[in-house]
């Protein structure tokens, strides 16, 4: 099976959204596809390095833009280099269906990650061809719930150093937002020829609108335990003397929640819980950046480093309240067998209190701050969940497993595409 997988973003990247299609690929190679890329390509930003990243592009034939038309800069959300950058990748596929159609009809499937990337696939030529490709529409989030949180990170960027600011937007815009959201999450459901879910409230919406097969399926990653890093593999802090969180700083991530849990619980504790926040940012450790107290911000360099971090800590913290996507930070901590704390369980396949520790969303500081003392004050139930997590990962996230899944998904959507013959 010939596959085109489609990403509008800059690649290869650490951001969720990349290593999530880096390792779709990767898995859908080894079951035996052959597998293309299509993406941005590299920013100045963007360029890994970290020796382990090789993995991104080795073997694949990766199509991108030219530099000039790539964005420069990485941060979530929408911008206007990113609807340019949008535009040139649906004018290159357009072209080249045009100028070599045996080239491009010869792929079995599209697989667009993303809704950018939904439109620049399912739009123009590839779809009016009398042999056109199906396009499967891999929903990485929900734009009925996210516009509305990259607003928050809009102004999260103008107010960073500012140790007040809370990441709100007024409800008034965040219903504007959710709405035209909804939309375009119906639209994108319209457009493709079948679909793949990470989580409940995706499947649920693509379910309703999209006339397609689809089915959920969760993020592959490979094994971190059988895996050779090139680096240090040793965690620099004591084993479960920490809680962490790894990932972005933009106001998406909603890292005031881990502030004000932090603020929190240094009342409730003479010496309260150690949170490292650990980012691939440097600014993260910039000495004018002004973190909440408890708080030790840690600058890494290496997914190797980012691994160990992982299986020491005495549980990764996932600060996500919005649904619709599947945190790729989530997503290792269960292959590190390491116990979460997140705001939702079943959204993503888990069981409070079995594979995962959840804090109350409806009151989401204090919430956090009542898990981490939880699991603060009880190492045993820490380490039971992080087993069962490990379970969850075997059965869930494997590369064979998801690879799997998705190939047969593809055959199926192939199918009702042609009429079911």
Request: aromatic share 8%.
């Amino acid at each position: 099976m010939r596959l085109l997988l489609v990403g509008a973003f800059p690649y290869p990247h650490h951001q969720g959204s990349q290593v999530y299609f880096q390792e779709q690929a990767v898995a859908l190679r080894s079951a035996g596809a052959q597998v293309e890329l299509l993406t941005y390509g590299r920013t100045d930003e963007a360029a890994p390095e970290d020796p382990e990243r090789w993995r991104a592009l080795d073997g694949f034939v990766h199509h991108t833009l030219p530099p000039a038309a790539r964005p420069r800069s990485t941060a979530s959300g929408p911008s206007i280099s990113k609807v340019r950058a949008d535009l040139e990748m649906r004018h290159r596929l357009n072209n080249a269906y045009a100028s070599n159609y045996s080239a491009i009809a010869s792929f079995d499937a599209i697989l667009a990650h993303h809704f950018e990337s939904c439109v620049i696939s399912s739009a123009g030529r590839v779809i009016e061809q009398p042999h056109r490709i199906p396009v499967v529409y891999c929903v990485h989030t929900l734009l009925g719930h996210e516009l509305s949180a990259y607003a928050k990170s809009f102004n999260f960027r103008s107010l960073r150093n500012d140790a007040t600011s809370n990441g709100t937007v007024s409800l008034r815009v965040k219903r504007s937002l959710d709405r035209v959201g909804r939309r375009l999450d119906r639209w994108a459901a319209r457009r493709c020829d079948g679909w793949i879910a990470l989580t409940q409230s995706a499947a649920r919406v693509m379910e309703t609108h999209s006339h397609g097969p689809g089915e959920i399926v969760a993020p592959p990653l490979p094994d971190p335990r059988h895996r050779f890093f090139d680096g240090p593999t040793q965690a620099p802090l004591p084993q479960g003397s920490y809680f962490l969180y790894t990932g972005n700083l933009d106001g998406y991530q909603e890292l005031h929640l881990i502030e004000g849990a932090a603020r929190t619980l240094s009342h409730r504790f003479e010496t309260p819980p150690r949170i490292v926040l650990a980012s691939f940012d440097p600014s993260v450790a910039d000495p004018n950046r002004r973190w909440a107290p408890g708080i030790e911000p840690r600058h890494v360099a290496s997914e190797a480093e980012m691994q160990a971090l992982t299986a020491a800590a005495r549980a990764t913290i996932v600060p996500r309240l919005a649904v619709g996507g599947f945190p790729i930070k989530l997503a290792n901590s269960l292959a590190n067998g390491t116990a979460a704390i997140t705001f939702h369980d079943r959204e993503w396949g888990l069981e409070a209190g079995t594979n995962v520790e959840v804090a109350d969303p409806a009151r989401p500081v204090e919430g956090l701050a009542d898990a981490i003392g939880r699991l603060s004050a009880d190492s045993e139930r820490a380490e039971s969940i992080g087993r069962k997590a490990r379970d969850r990962y075997e059965a869930a996230h494997r590369p064979a497993v998801t690879a799997e899944q998705t190939l047969g998904l593809i055959e199926e959507v192939r199918i009702a595409a042609r009429g079911g013959h």
